[in-house]
């Protein structure tokens, strides 16, 4: 359990979120600062101008210092995008001599022989995350040091991603002059930061609807079960409106947040609103239920996309949690209600993360939230070689949380 200050990075299609956090007096997360930085450089979780990227990682960062004067060697970095994959795998290891007490290093050895996967050259692990121990074939066992046994199981969850998109990630933060000390799902960290512990215990799933993609994770018996990545966000939710409608972006922007709704009937019909056309000087007026058809359109290919991916899961009788959607997206009018049409019979609800000190939209901050989290709170520490490590990729870190107060 760590108590020092944590500074991450989420590093999305439109902008960089970035915040300094701690462990609180009442064992929860503390922010002590937060920023954003408009990005360029990343186009759904991929990297495409390393010079962009690392400018607006480097203006976070800034604003960061300036805000709690603490200036990091290292930061935790969110992952996304459509090259990042999740699998379960099992590993196993005998215990000897028999009925022996379990330590630290028999649970280092079965995550090892868990990771133990035949991966394409051009793929890497990012992170391993126990999901079960077993002992002795007793199941869901979250705390195998100290009982005696004779047969050590592991179910872990593998993060896997494309070696160059990591590499350039990697790359933006050390031009930045940091570090990177770890990277975490960002669909596993947005879970983290809107789920409570009794959805992600009787099994939910999470939708963060970013600018440029859409991440969602599903959590069962306290731990993260399936994730993808929908390459769809709200970026082109305001490029249909500004193609379909001949505006500028900001323009269709401004629109979407003013005046749109995910639900087109329940708009009156007699609503105007007033748009400004490119070449014109003049704004004319538009029945307002024609930009929310737009807006329907689009955010209803979303949520078929997300239920498309509930059912290739296999998961979707072991959410009774529901599903409960953040990100900017989420605050967009009727999006509960659109997701409850096209997710028949699961219960939907947007969140935010619960934090104190937040006096911004924390909506936007949900993955860098749930980022500290993970950084701060999982775990009584990191799961390393006593030996040490050579490299951010082989910490080893469990969902475990310590009790809240």
Sequence with gaps: MKSELVTVLDLGSTKVAGLVASLGEQDDIRIHAVALEGCKGIRRGVVTD?????????????KLKEACGHDPAGVVVGVSGAHIEGISAQGYVPIYPRSRSITRDDVLQVIKHSRQLSLPPDREQIQAIPREFRVDGQRGVQRPVG???????????????????????????????????SMVLE?????????????????????????????MAIFTGGAIAFSAVVPVGGVLVTSDV?????????????????????????????????VTQIGQDHARPLQRRVLCEIIESRMGEIAVMVRQQIEKSGLGAAIPGGVVLTGGGAMLAGAESLFQDVLKGTRVRSAEPEIREMAFSSHSFATAVGLARFAIECADG???????????????????FKKKK
């Design 50 to 62: 390393l010079e962009e990227t690392s400018k607006s990682i480097e203006g976070v960062l800034r």
């Design 147 to 181: 009982m005696v046994g004779s047969r050590l199981e592991t179910v872990t969850y593998i993060v896997t991603g494309q070696t160059t998109h990591i590499q350039n990630i990697e790359k933006a933060v050390n031009m930045a002059g940091k570090r990177v000390d």
């Design 187 to 215: 669909s596993l960290a947005s879970g983290l930061a809107v789920l409570t512990q009794e959805e992600m215990e009787l099994g939910a799933a999470v939708v963060d609807i970013g600018g440029g993609s859409t991440d």
């Design 242 to 274: 500004s193609k379909l409608l001949k505006t500028a972006p900001e323009e269709a922007e401004r629109l979407k947040l003013v005046y749109g709704s995910a639900i087109a009937n329940e708009i009156d019909t007699g609503q105007k609103v007033e």
């Design 382 to 400: 990191d799961l390393v070689p006593a030996g040490g490590v050579g490299d951010w990729k082989d910490h080893i870190r469990t969902l475990w």
